[in-house]
């Protein structure tokens, strides 16, 4: 069993009790840092925020169900007191425990299911090649992102085109997308850049980052950029695993070679993700 189904698992068999990650992390044989970007790679929300919702959705529908003390019913939760959960209620819903208990709201919440595991195949990728980087400098536009909500990626991609090969002290012609500062409410900053020179300047509304020293287990897949979400779930879940690397809590690096055709989407890509 991967490390997602145990997840949901231990997700669904503990939904009424104040879990961590840590704990979940354990129970799913993976690192927290491993499981939190395998989750939200998968289903676009963390695995925490996704535990909180899946609690909070079978409490209304206790409510719903006319749960005559809403303090037990805090407690049966995790929550510590009435005014703990009436909080958390409240902001995920927009409502109170009392107006759902009393008018019966439950058809106008949005409620979150437990999640199936889809049954389509992801991609079947080849072990991964080791590559140890030097520090790195790049220079390109950053965004930060939550992981339900990473639409504007692509356009952060079209917004950065017309820079490359403009930038002055570019080395070399690869492109890089990187994700980093990923926090586990699923929230990270995208990087979209190239290689320059350390110390160069930068035109205007460029940011650099500087990426030290690292080990990478590197993937590469030859297909179109629209399968990037299935195949970077497919390293998570499956192919990081059977490979004997540890990953580290570190940037994961996209790597966009000569070859890559912006205007199709074809020319393959790579994904590094950091280990030990």
């Not at 208990?101 to 991964?128: C, D, F, Q, V, Y």
């Not at 980052?209 to 993937?219: D, G, M, S, T």
């Not at 912006?262 to 590094?272: A, D, H, M, V, Y």
């Amino acid at each position: 069993m991967d490390p997602v189904q145990k997840a949901l698992w231990y997700v669904e068999a503990h939904s009424r009790m104040g879990i961590n990650l840590d704990q979940v992390a354990e129970a799913s044989s993976v690192s927290p840092y491993h499981l939190t970007r395998v989750f939200a790679e998968m289903f676009g929300i963390s695995i925490m925020r996704y535990a909180r919702r899946r609690r909070l959705s079978e409490a209304a529908k206790q409510l719903a169900a006319e749960a005559s003390d809403i303090l037990s019913l805090a407690i049966d939760n995790g929550y510590g007191s009435h005014e703990a959960f009436s909080r958390a209620f409240k902001d995920e819903f927009g409502v109170t425990p009392e107006s759902v208990r009393t008018h019966g709201l439950l058809p106008t919440l949005k409620l979150t299911e437990p999640i199936a595991m889809k049954s389509s195949p992801l991609p079947n990728l080849n072990p991964p090649r080791h590559e140890t980087l030097p520090p790195l400098r790049l220079a390109g536009l950053v965004e930060r992102y939550d992981c339900q909500s990473p639409a504007g990626i692509p356009d952060q991609w079209q917004r950065f085109f017309p820079y490359l090969g403009n930038i002055p002290n570019q080395v070399g012609k690869d492109a890089f997308g990187v994700c980093y500062n990923f926090d586990d409410t699923g929230k990270f900053d995208y990087l979209t850049g190239v290689v320059v020179k350390n110390q160069a300047g930068s035109p205007f509304g460029l940011v650099q980052l500087e990426l030290p020293p690292h080990k990478y287990a590197v993937f590469s897949y030859g297909g179109h950029i629209a399968e990037i979400r299935a195949v970077i779930s497919s390293i998570w879940s499956d192919a990081l695993p059977k490979s004997g690397y540890e990953a580290v809590n570190g940037p994961t690096l996209e790597k966009y070679g000569p070859k890559f055709e912006p205007n199709t989407g074809l020319g393959g890509f790579e994904i590094w993700i950091a280990v030990k």
